[in-house]
């Protein structure tokens, strides 16, 4: 019902920005919620941001706030992740996931039933 592609993921420096990008295809229900995932090598998946389709209400987890910003495109059907000042800790693959309705956007995974493959994203120090 609903695909996710992820793109944008690369490698850069310590200070560095990226923009990570989702475009999907498929159903989307106006209370449900869209987000990006992390895992890095040797870790579990981490939520990094959330969004709220119906209100664009936002959830970062603390590592990222200040520095990273989601959005989405309604027209292109696309999810951004934003990365600024990037650090070496944020390297890891980084997936887009979508639930089905929902009553609010939880950074924890069990929340969400698409994925993505997922986009590599490095940062050297």
């Known amino acids: 019902q609903v695909q996710l592609v992820e793109s944008g993921g690369d490698s850069v420096q310590a200070g560095g920005s990226l923009r990570l990008s989702c475009l999907r295809s498929?159903?989307?229900?106006?209370?449900?919620?869209w987000g990006w995932f992390r895992q890095a090598p040797g870790k579990e998946r981490e939520g990094v941001a959330t969004?709220?389709?119906?209100?664009?209400?936002?959830y970062y987890a603390d590592s990222v706030k200040g520095r990273f910003t989601i959005s989405r495109d309604n027209g292109r059907n696309t999810l951004y992740l934003l990365m600024n000042s990037l650090k070496p800790e944020d390297t890891a693959m980084y997936y887009c996931?979508?639930?089905?309705?929902?009553?609010?956007?939880?950074?924890?995974?069990?929340?969400?039933?698409?994925w993505g493959r997922g986009t590599r994203v490095t940062v050297s120090s």
């Open positions: 498929g159903v989307i229900w106006g209370g449900s919620c």
């Open positions: 996931a979508a639930s089905r309705p929902s009553d609010s956007c939880p950074l924890g995974e069990r929340g969400y039933d698409y």
């Open positions: 969004i709220y389709i119906s209100d664009d209400t936002t």
